[in-house]
């Protein structure tokens, strides 16, 4: 597996994994196509540099995502922390370290940019994602309305 930055020409892998991905749990998502690719130019716009895409290197197949925002102002902790937006994995690839993959990349790109906190938010209801924060280190640290925020120092 390679990962490498994301391009513009990754929209439409963005659109498609990320509507398969969220299945089930479409109250914590963009649902129409239109949303999802305003989403991807968003995140593009916050901070190009900090989205990285999986890369299945013997198919040349996108395979997940991750967007860390190292513009990203905390209001809890008064300073700019590395924020993932989003993380999410092709749903026939999770379970072989792709997630942690690009996880790890992130944090270390909000390293890199001089951060010492990475936070993200999930649903509560999304309990495989909360548990996979959780053993990567990430803890609990309040939440707001049905989303749960969670910190990792770094």
Same mark, same amino acid.
């Given at each position: *597996?390679? $990962?490498?930055? /994301? @391009?513009?020409? #990754?929209m439409e892998d963005f659109v498609r994994i990320y509507g398969r991905a969220y299945e089930g749990l479409e109250e914590y998502a963009y649902t129409t196509r239109k949303? $999802? =690719?305003?989403?991807? @130019?968003?995140?593009? =716009? @916050? #901070?190009?540099?900090? *989205?990285?895409?999986?890369?299945?290197?013997?198919?040349?197949e996108v395979v997940g995502f991750v967007a860390c925002d190292t513009n990203w102002y905390s209001s809890f902790e008064e300073k700019e922390v590395g924020e993932i937006h989003e993380l999410f994995v092709e749903?026939?690839? !999770?379970g072989k370290?792709?997630?942690k993959a690009l996880l790890e990349k992130g944090i270390e790109y909000a390293r890199l940019k001089g951060r010492d906190l990475t936070e993200l938010w999930v649903g509560e209801k999304n309990y495989k994602a909360r548990e996979f924060y959780e053993k990567m280190g990430f803890k /609990? /640290?309040?939440?707001?309305?049905?989303?749960? !925020? *969670?910190? =990792?120092?770094?």
């Open positions: *597996m390679l $990962i490498r930055l /994301a @391009r513009d020409d #990754d949303e $999802i =690719k305003s989403y991807f @130019r968003w995140l593009r =716009k @916050r #901070d190009s540099e900090g *989205m990285f895409v999986a890369v299945d290197d013997s198919t040349e749903p026939e690839w !999770r370290g792709v997630g /609990a /640290a309040g939440s707001w309305g049905h989303w749960i !925020r *969670m910190v =990792k120092r770094i």
